[in-house]
């Protein structure tokens, strides 16, 4: 059965203090691992697509990274604008592509 | 550019009650998936359309139906709404039938007394 853990659950951050956040993952045949922020009784907003172990992608302050078994989600440099609840979610291929499944999240608050 | 766009924001409704809600889609996509978030839960997939048919179905119940029209857009129906059924209620679009990256709309907050 597909399965996605994300981990810590939550997370308090000074300002300026990088971190990084997991996502493992068992899926048969992944085609895609997504990246989601999300507020606080707000609709994901899309941050990043890896589809193949090794890629890498940034966008500011955020650098996503895949290997075959989990993916991280770095914040380097946080600002507390960056406080959500960041998503991880799959894809599996197959006949199942196009049925997200998603983590419970991580919820980062940055303090100034 | 319009992102996708969905109504009503909020909704209050009484158990047994019926309930439509409804996407649009980005523009240019063609596939539209439903989601359900419970509060401090990822959300849960709930069924996907492309051309008009629906195309894959996760672990919800028959009361659980939908709908898209010849514009993309798209309705998702909850017959004999129950208390657990109250959540946030998201719809995705995405391009191409292959459903890769998905675009969220804000939601619909159902509370269900």
């Known amino acids: 059965e597909d399965q996605v853990t994300q981990s810590p659950e939550a997370l308090r951050l000074q300002e300026g203090e990088s971190s990084s956040l997991n996502c493992s993952y068992t899926?048969?045949?992944?085609?895609?691992l997504f990246w989601y922020r999300q507020d606080p009784g707000k609709g994901p907003e899309f941050l990043f697509t890896?589809?193949?172990a090794g890629e890498e992608k940034e966008k500011e302050r955020l650098k996503a990274t895949l290997t075959k078994k989990e993916s991280f989600l770095h914040i380097t440099a946080p600002k507390p604008e960056d406080s959500a609840t960041y998503l991880c979610?799959?894809?599996?291929?197959?006949?199942?592509?196009?049925?997200?499944?998603f983590g419970a999240g991580t919820q980062v608050v940055v303090t100034p | 550019d319009a992102g996708v766009t969905q109504s009503p924001t909020h909704l209050i409704k009484t158990r047994g009650q019926q309930v439509t809600l409804r996407c649009s889609p980005k523009?240019?996509?063609?596939?539209v998936s439903w989601y359900q978030q419970a509060l401090g839960q990822g959300p849960q997939f709930i069924f996907q359309?492309?051309?008009?048919?629906?195309?894959q179905r996760g672990n919800f119940p028959d009361r659980f139906s939908g709908h898209q029209f010849p514009n993309y857009s798209s309705e998702l129906n909850v017959n004999a709404l129950l208390l657990g059924d109250s959540a946030l209620y998201l719809c995705?679009?995405?391009?191409?039938?292959?459903?890769?990256?998905?675009?969220f709309g804000p939601g619909t907050r159902l509370t269900v007394l």
């Open positions: 979610a799959v894809s599996p291929g197959g006949d199942s592509w196009g049925k997200l499944q």
């Open positions: 899926v048969s045949g992944l085609r895609g």
């Open positions: 523009s240019g996509h063609d596939t």
């Open positions: 995705a679009s995405s391009y191409g039938g292959a459903g890769d990256t998905q675009y």
């Open positions: 359309y492309y051309e008009e048919e629906e195309r």
């Open positions: 890896l589809y193949s």
